[in-house]
């Protein structure tokens, strides 16, 4: 069951703007998890708040899939990626609200802000214990305003479920934010 409504393409300006970079700075958020040469996931990408940064960190031989299920999302990132001359490494997918629809294998996975959004979370984490490589890492991040611990927890056990070790709980500011491995993907 969804817990709240998908934030609307017209609002990407509240997701990727100065303030909130510097609250979730993406360097620090993201720099023991994303390495040069990986291939990872963004998902829930929106604008790219995140996509762009990831591009930067897996350097030249190392490749971001950006996913959301909002094409005018997508259509902003992929502005983004052209004026910062990054369209080559990062691949941009319009996924359905059920389905992520990727087949390639990724190294991490960043979900920030997203998984309260999706119809279907057990779905999701079953799809995505398929993409995920073996030891391979998830970080989940939840907004504490929006998403009650309870529900989060609900997110936790959902993974655990499928596949999905907690490692640790991350410190986000206003945010519940949890690091998985994937131990089952073999």
């Not at 817990?3 to 609002?11: A, I, N, R, T």
């Not at 897996?58 to 971001?64: A, C, E, L, T």
């Not at 005018?72 to 369209?87: N, Y």
């Not at 907690?166 to 934010?177: D, E, L, T």
């Amino acid at each position: 069951m969804m817990y709240s409504e998908v934030c609307p393409w017209w609002l990407y300006f509240a997701l990727d703007n100065r303030i909130r970079k510097s609250i979730h700075k993406p360097e620090q958020i993201l720099d023991n998890y994303v390495e040069l040469g990986q291939k990872v996931m963004d998902f829930g990408c929106g604008p790219g708040t995140y996509t762009i940064d990831m591009a930067q960190m897996v350097g030249r031989n190392g490749k971001v899939i950006a996913v959301d299920f909002q094409e005018k999302m997508l259509k902003i990132l992929e502005k983004k990626c052209k004026k910062e001359g990054l369209e080559s490494r990062v691949k941009i997918h319009q996924n359905k609200p059920e389905s992520i629809g990727i087949s390639e294998k990724v190294d991490f996975v960043l979900a920030f802000y997203v998984i309260h959004e999706l119809p279907a979370i057990d779905n999701f984490f079953t799809e995505l214990r398929t993409i995920v490589k073996p030891e391979g890492n998830l970080l989940v991040i939840e907004p504490k305003l929006h998403v009650r611990k309870r529900f989060f927890d609900r997110i936790v056990y959902s993974a655990r479920n499928h596949g999905f070790v907690p490692q640790s709980r991350i410190n986000i500011r206003f945010s519940h934010a949890v690091l998985f491995k994937n131990v089952t993907n073999k």
